[in-house]
């Protein structure tokens, strides 16, 4: 069955960096599209970030773009996200996705932004 399991998040201070990871399992990786969200306290799952099959960057939301940056390794199944700058607003559980699915969500991982 679809799998997806993030790892990578933390305690982190303004200004700092995070290198998220996702490990996908129970279909053709290379073949779809990948999304990173992220849900704040209290606050919808909103998308912050899409690649295409190829590596290409395809989106990334207003209060994400310029600081953080997504990449994928087909032959691992794995879709990164890379995070610089980091804000408190940033603070969230960071969950990955295929980008047509919409479910089987992982635990994701919790990233803390905070002094």
């Known amino acids: 069955q679809v799998q997806f399991v993030e790892s990578g998040g933390g305690l982190v201070q303004p200004g700092g960096s995070l290198r998220l990871s996702c490990a996908a399992s129970g279909f053709d990786f290379s073949s779809y599209a990948m999304n990173w969200y992220r849900q704040r306290p209290a606050k919808e799952r909103e998308l912050i970030a899409q690649?295409?099959?190829?590596?290409?960057?395809?989106y990334f939301a207003d209060s994400v773009r310029g600081r953080l940056s997504i990449s994928r390794n087909n032959a691992l199944n794995t879709v990164y996200l890379q995070m610089n700058s980091l804000k408190p607003e940033d603070t969230a559980i960071y969950y990955c996705?295929?980008?047509?699915?919409?479910?089987?969500w992982g635990p994701g991982t919790q990233v803390t932004v905070s002094s």
């Open positions: 996705n295929r980008y047509d699915l919409g479910r089987a």
């Open positions: 690649i295409g099959t190829s590596g290409n960057s395809l």
